[in-house]
Nanobody, 124 residues
Framework: QVQLVESGGGLVQAGGSLRLSCAAS????????MAWFRQAPGKEREFVAA???????YYANSLKGRFTISREDAKNTVFLQMNSLEPEDTAVYCC??????????????????WGQGTQVTVSS
């Protein structure tokens, strides 16, 4: 049974930084794509970033280069470095993993496994 556990969320002032981590356990091999999604209060969940086995990265256009996704396959862990945080970034951030080749890493339906999420709150 694959489990994804996020950590690193918290309260930060606007302009600050946070680094989220997501550790996967229970799988027997690394995942083809690992991603971050977020859901703000009253809004639908949205794509943030994804990284494939080959280190190809995808980002939401709205992030304007403030976030960086990376992964460490030896530990089956994906990271999200978030800089210049804005109040609009306040959300529950969830990681997701796909254990097979996928074609649209920005789409939720591609991912087989999901974490419970970690809260990020950015104060103004």
């Amino acid at each position: 049974q694959v489990q994804l556990v996020e950590s690193g969320g918290g309260l930060v002032q606007a302009g600050g930084s946070l680094r989220l981590s997501c550790a996967a356990s229970g799988g027997t091999s690394s995942f083809y794509s690992m991603a971050w999604f977020r859901q703000a209060p009253g809004k639908e969940r949205e794509f943030v970033a994804a990284i494939t086995w080959g280190r190809t990265t995808y980002y939401a256009n709205s992030l304007k280069g403030r976030f960086t996704i990376s992964r460490e396959d030896a530990k089956n862990t994906v990271f999200l470095q978030m800089n210049s945080l804005e109040p609009e970034d306040t959300a529950v951030y969830c990681c997701a993993a796909a254990g097979r080749l996928i074609w649209t890493p920005r789409e939720e339906f591609e991912y087989d496994y999901w974490g419970q999420g970690t809260q990020v709150t950015v104060s103004s």
